[in-house]
C-alpha cells in the first residue's frame, strides 16, 4: 500500500535525454528514469506520477494543482530563471527537491545560481540519474520522519 504521493516534475529539454550532451546527462532516457522512480517507490510505500513539460507556464500548472505529499523537480534551465516557479512552489508550501542530473556548480557560472535554493527542502545535483533516486529517499525520509 502506497500511503504518500510525490509528484515528480521535469523541466524543458528533459524529454531528450538519452541523446541530449549525454557527457552531462548520461544515456538513460526520461522514461528509464520515471520508471525507475515507480520502482524504488514501490519499495518505500510512495506513489509516483511523473511530468514533463518544456513551458514554464505549464509547469507552473502542474505545480499549483499538485496533489501530493511533496514534489521532486528538476527545472531544468528554469533553474536559473524562474521567478514564476520559485512562487508557485512557495505558493503550495509542499516541501520539495531541487534535483539536477550534473553537478551545476562545476559547469558555467550561469548555472551556479537557483531561483528555487533557499526555499527548497533539499537539493541534489551531480548524481547523474541517481540524483532522482537519492531525492526520493531524502524527500520520503522528510516525510515519514515528521509524523
Ligand atoms: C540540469 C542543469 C541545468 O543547468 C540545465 O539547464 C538542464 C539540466 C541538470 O539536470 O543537470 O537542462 O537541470
Excluded at 520502482?39 to 513551458?55: A, P, Y
Excluded at 545535483?125 to 516525510?143: I, P
Aim: no cysteine; charged share 20%; hydrophobic share 40%.
Amino acid at each position: 500500500m502506497n500511503n504518500l504521493h510525490i509528484q515528480v516534475i521535469h523541466g524543458p529539454n528533459l524529454n531528450l535525454l538519452g541523446s541530449r550532451e549525454p557527457t552531462h546527462y548520461g544515456v538513460q532516457t526520461l522514461a528509464d528514469i520515471n520508471e525507475e522512480l515507480v520502482v524504488l517507490g514501490d519499495k518505500l510505500g510512495v506513489r509516483i506520477t511523473s511530468f514533463q513539460s518544456n513551458h514554464e507556464g505549464e509547469l507552473v500548472e502542474k505545480i499549483q494543482h499538485a496533489e501530493a505529499d511533496g514534489i521532486i523537480i528538476n527545472p531544468a534551465a528554469y533553474t536559473h530563471t524562474s521567478i514564476a516557479i520559485r512562487d508557485a512552489l512557495l505558493a503550495i508550501k509542499l516541501p520539495f527537491i531541487e534535483v539536477h542530473l550534473s553537478n551545476v556548480h562545476r559547469r558555467e557560472e550561469f548555472r551556479h545560481k537557483s531561483m528555487l535554493v533557499d526555499v527548497a527542502t533539499g537539493v541534489i545535483a551531480g548524481f547523474g540519474t541517481q540524483s532522482y533516486a537519492l531525492a526520493l529517499r531524502g524527500l520520503h525520509h522528510h516525510l515519514t520522519s515528521k509524523k
